[in-house]
């Protein structure tokens, strides 16, 4: 899930992309293992059609690499068991429904957006709160022209198939989505609250983090990064640093093999405090970002 901002959190899970702007770096690092080269490359989940062109530094990375690794292996995911675990895990399995879980002010911005988005309201009731998030972004994002079929991983996941290339993951759709439903229905309330006050602005919010990720703007990624921790750390913690730290351990198995390896994961999980550059420096690994 993967990738917060100020359309940070959302985009931690889901990303976007705005439009193409020269910059002399982009959002891809190699890193100098004993025998080979990792890169780390910053990615966007989701976008427009128009706007679909890598940077070319993942042109290099790619035809670099002899495997590909994201945070989901796309490659063998399963459409169907994965709307299955989502049907049992994130809708209520009693009478609960999701105006009494969230209360009546909370449910009735939901009802706004359900609203605003053409879907009958009564189709978010049997919705667990960090379900209904999810489900009001992408809505959202799909009615402004983002599309994970031109997203980062989708594009390099079908390129990869048809090199025959090893496709990994970092971990499982369960494991990233079991991360929101593990949290209590406080927690949950949290995130549909930040997910409801950036759905208006989503669009004109994500032009600073989108520009910032194309240009390769490690720093402004970060001070972006920065701003959605202040809003909500535990949630940042759940759903980025303590990712990352589970993720280190393979980062730091594929810098012992002998071939090279390009690791693509949400651009959010790079920068930053606890981001993987500096769990990475902090090993002894050196990143050196690419033109």
């Known amino acids: 899930m993967g990738g917060f901002k100020r359309s940070g959190l959302l985009l931690a899970l889901i990303g976007l992309l ?10 891809v690092w190699a890193l100098r293992g004993t025998h080979n080269t ?24 790619y035809a670099d690499s002899s495997a590909l690794v994201m945070e989901i292996d796309l490659d063998d995911l399963d459409p169907l068991a994965a709307q299955g675990w989502m049907l049992e895990h994130g809708m209520f399995q009693d009478d609960t429904t999701l105006s009494e879980a969230v ?22 009731q049997r919705l667990e709160p960090w379900l209904a998030a999810m489900t009001l972004a992408q809505l959202q994002l799909a009615k402004l ?27 499982t759709l369960q494991d990233q989505l079991g991360i929101l439903d593990g949290m209590s229905f406080d ?4 995130f549909l609250d930040v997910t409801l006050e950036e759905m208006d602005t989503l669009e004109g919010e994500t032009d600073a983090l989108l520009d910032a990720w194309r240009t390769g703007d490690a720093k402004k990624l970060a001070d972006l990064l920065s701003e959605e921790y202040n809003v909500s750390p535990a949630l940042y913690r759940k759903l980025v640093e303590d990712r ?46 690419l033109q």
């Open 18 to 27: 705005g439009g193409l702007t020269a910059h002399a770096e982009a959002p």
């Open 145 to 171: 022209g983002f599309d994970p079929e031109q997203g980062v991983e989708k594009q390099l996941e079908r390129r990869a198939k048809a090199d025959r290339k090893t496709i990994t993951g970092l971990e």
């Open 38 to 61: 990792v890169y780390l490359a910053g990615s966007v989940h989701l976008l427009k059609a128009e706007d679909a062109k890598l940077p070319a530094a993942f042109e290099h990375a």
């Open 187 to 190: 927690d949950q309330s949290r």
């Open 244 to 289: 990352n730290k589970r993720w280190m351990p393979e980062i730091e198995r594929l810098l012992r093999e002998n071939e090279n390896y390009l690791v693509v994961v949400g651009a959010l999980h790079l920068v930053g405090d606890g981001g993987l550059l500096e769990l990475t420096k902090a090993r002894g690994f050196a990143a050196k970002q």
């Open 103 to 124: 209360g009546k002010a909370r449910f009735e911005k939901v009802q706004q957006q359900a609203n605003s988005l053409g879907i009958p309201v009564e189709a978010m």
